[in-house]
């Protein structure tokens, strides 16, 4: 299940994104969503909060950021994007 652009919710694997790289700037993104209990928490944490933290997994530097919308299927909308070295 491990992908170059995997990230994570509450440390279990939530997706991934699709295209060359991760993201690092706020903005709309592309993702294949694992059938987890991790996307289904993510999911459902973002329906009653509004926002949820995430971040990847296996990229050095470890990029952090918030989803704050679901705009449709395979796309989820970031912000407050953060590299932690």
């Known amino acids: 299940m491990a992908h170059a652009f995997d990230f ?30 991790s996307h289904y928490r993510l999911h459902q944490e973002l329906r009653s909060s509004g926002a949820v933290r995430c971040q990847s997994r296996a990229t050095t530097p470890s990029i952090q950021f918030t989803v704050i919308s679901w705009p449709g299927y395979g796309k989820l909308e970031i912000a407050d994007v953060t590299i932690v070295p």
């Open 8 to 37: 994570c919710f509450e440390g279990g694997p939530a997706g991934y994104f699709l295209g060359e790289s991760m993201p690092v700037a706020e903005g709309v993104y592309d993702y294949m969503p694992y059938r987890s209990g």
